[in-house]
């Protein structure tokens, strides 16, 4: 980055410790280009024991709260100049975080996981403004009510699992190749 973006934009937010780089990217991204370059590094990063990203954390659930925490920031500081741009890339960015929730909460209860981990992930995707009419919702819930009932993942359950896995594989091989996923 260029000294002069850095000293326009200011520090990492210490209140976003699980999100510091997603806020501090989109408040960069807000009032300055950005380019990516693949190849050779075109940077180096140092770590030390004061790092933000080395603070631990025991949930998904807390990193999709932080994700949503940096782009509601970004929306409070007053960025993207545009104040409905901003406004809709908030409600975009919303909609992303509860969806992500409702499905890693789904995949938790369709892989015989932890009803309390599931839930956590659906108050997430709550104060992301998901709705109980929402499919992903309709789905948490039978999946949970045949959990609370003491049956485990149904066959279908177990096979959407399965083939969520492979897909999330394939993601990786094609981000590390390219990228992007």
Known sequence: MRTEAMQDIGYYN???PHSGDLEYWLRMASKWDIGRING???ALYRVHG???HLVSYSAMATDLSHRLKAFEALCSMGGPEDRDTGLAMLKMARRAVAREALLLAQRELDAGGS???AMQLVEVAKQAGAGEGNVRYRLYTR?????RAGRGPSNQQRIAEIARAQIDRARWRFWKIAGIS
């Open 40 to 42: 050779p590094a075109q």
């Open 50 to 52: 004061a790092n933000m």
């Open 143 to 147: 999946g949970l009510a045949r959990a």
């Open 115 to 117: 009803e309390e981990i």
């Open 14 to 16: 210490p209140e976003l």
